[in-house]
């Protein structure tokens, strides 16, 4: 079951520090049933994008993400716009 501790973070490939982080047990697990509608379509567009957009999701501590909203873009309570320090992100393979 997702909790507070984990995100799944998709990096944006073509513009540094943006991307898309949604709750999510340790081993990356997202409960899309859990999911607003706007979280469950972004979610399943960055994995549709895997390769192209995005590159492959990492399970990252969510204490390593800072919460900053980016370009103007109102979180949705489930989808969290993320940039992360690189020198702080402990990143495990998903």
């Not at 507070?4 to 073509?14: E, G, I, S, Y």
């Not at 993320?82 to 992100?89: E, H, M, P």
Request: proline letters at 6%; one cysteine or more; glycine letters at 6%.
């Amino acid at each position: 079951m997702p909790t507070d501790d984990f995100q799944l973070h998709f990096r944006c490939l073509f513009s540094e520090g943006k991307a898309f982080d949604f709750p999510c047990n340790a081993n990356g697990h997202v409960v899309m049933d859990a999911l607003s509608e706007r979280a469950r379509s972004s979610y399943l567009f960055a994995r549709a994008t895997v390769g192209r957009l995005y590159a492959p999701p990492q399970v990252i501590a969510a204490l390593q993400c800072d919460w900053r909203q980016l370009d103007g873009f109102e979180a949705d309570p489930a989808v969290i716009p993320c940039t992360q320090d690189s020198g702080a992100l402990a990143a495990l393979a998903v």
